[in-house]
C-alpha cells in the first residue's frame, strides 16, 4: 500500500508524470516535424529558426518587462487576496504597455539593421516587422501563463501547452509547404498569438476569478517588487538568448553556417527535454519555495524534488546518447556533424538540472543580488568560454564550454544558498 499512497500524495510526481505524457507527445510530433525542417531547409535553414525563436526568447522578457517570475510568486502568495491582487495586475498592465510599445517600436524601426546583424540580409526585415505588432500578445501570453503557474494549475497547463503546440506545429508545416523557410519562420512567429487564443479557451473563466479587471487602475503599488523580477529576467532570458544569437553568428563566421545549424539541432532537442523540467520549475518549484522559510524544511524539499526527477531525466538523458545516431538518422538526416556535441550538451544539461532547482530559491525569495551575480557568472563563463574552446576544438568546443559553466555555476549556486542560511540563522540567534 505504500507505494500507491507515495504516488497519490507525491506533488511533484504527479506534475511530473503529467508533463511527461504531453512532452513524449509532443517528442513524437517533434521527430517529424525537425525531420521535415531539416529536409526542407537544411543546416543554413535550422540556424536561422534558431536565431527567430532567440529574438521571441529575448521578446518574452522585453515585451513584460521581465515581470513573469513576479506573477507566479505573488499569486501564489495572495489567491486568496483579491486586493493585493488588484494591485499587483494594475502594475503589471502599465508594466506591459511601456514593455510592449518600446519593444514594438525598436523592432519596426531597426527591422532592416536587425535582419542585416543577424542573417547578413535585408531579406528577412519583415519577421522584425512582424514581431513588432504580435509583441502584445506574446506579453499578455507571458502574463496569462504567470498566473497559470502561481496557481499550480498543471492539468491547464498541460492541456494549454499540448494544444497550443500542436495547432502551432499544423502552422509551421502549412507555412513550410506554402513559402518554405519564410512560411516557416512566420509560423514560429506566430506561435504566441496561437498559445493565447487557447488560453482564452482553457483558462478564460479561471482567470476572471484571480485577475480583477473591473477594479484594474494604472499604478505602480507592485513597481519595487516587480522591477526586482525586471532586473533578473533581463539577465537570465534577454542576456541568454543574446549570447546564443552572438555564439550561432560565432559558428558561422569562424567555422560555416552548417556547423551553427548542427550546433541548433542540438539545442533544440536540449530544450525539448528541458521543457519536462520548466513546467515542474513554474508549477511546483517557485510557489513551493516562496512558502519555505526554514533551512531543514528547504533541504528536504530540495531531495524530495531530486529523488523524483533525477533518476527519470538521467535514464531519458542516457537513452538518448545511446540512441543519438539513431536520432539523427531520423530526425536530422545527413546531419552526421552533431554526433560528437551530444555527451557534453547532455553533461551540462544534467548538471543545469540539479543547479537550476537550487536557483530557484532566488526567484522566490527575491534574492536580487545572489541571483545577478551568479546568473552573470554563469553567462560570462560560457560566452568567455565558448570563444576560447571554439578555437581548439571547433563546435565541440561550445558544449564543452556548456558544461564546464554548468558545474562552476552549481558549486556557487550551493555556496551562495548555503551562506543565505547561515546569515538567516545567525539573525535569528
Known sequence: MRLPKFLSGNLVLKITSLNAVVITIRLIVSVFIQRLLALTVGEAGIASIGQVRNVIGMLTSTATLGTFSGIVKYVAEFKEDQPELSKLFSTVTLFIIVGSLVSALILFCGAAFFSDYLFDSISYSYVFQLLAVIVPFIAINRVVNGVVSGLSEYKKYAKIELISYLIATAAVVIG??????????IAIALAPVIQLIVLGFVFGKTLKRYVPFHTLKLNLNYKKQLLAFTLMSFISTFL?????????????DKINIDEAGYWTAVTFISKNYMVFATGLFTLY????????????????????????????????MLIVYLLRNLIIEIVYPEFTGMEPLFKWQLLGDFIRLCALVLAHQFLAKRLVKSFVIT????????????????????TEGIVIAHFVRYIIYFVIVVFVIKRYYDVKSTEKA
Open 176 to 185: 513550410l509547404y506554402g513559402y518554405n523557410l519564410k512560411g516557416v519562420i
Open 240 to 252: 541568454l538568448n543574446y549570447i546564443e544569437l552572438d555564439i550561432r553568428t560565432l559558428v558561422t
Open 285 to 316: 518549484v517557485l510557489p513551493k519555495f516562496a512558502s519555505i522559510n526554514d533551512k531543514a524544511e528547504f533541504k528536504n524539499e530540495v531531495l524530495n524534488i531530486y529523488k523524483t526527477i533525477l533518476p527519470i531525466f538521467g535514464l531519458g
Open 375 to 394: 546568473e552573470i557568472i554563469s553567462l560570462g563563463l560560457f560566452f568567455i568560454l565558448s570563444k576560447l574552446f571554439i578555437q581548439h576544438y571547433g
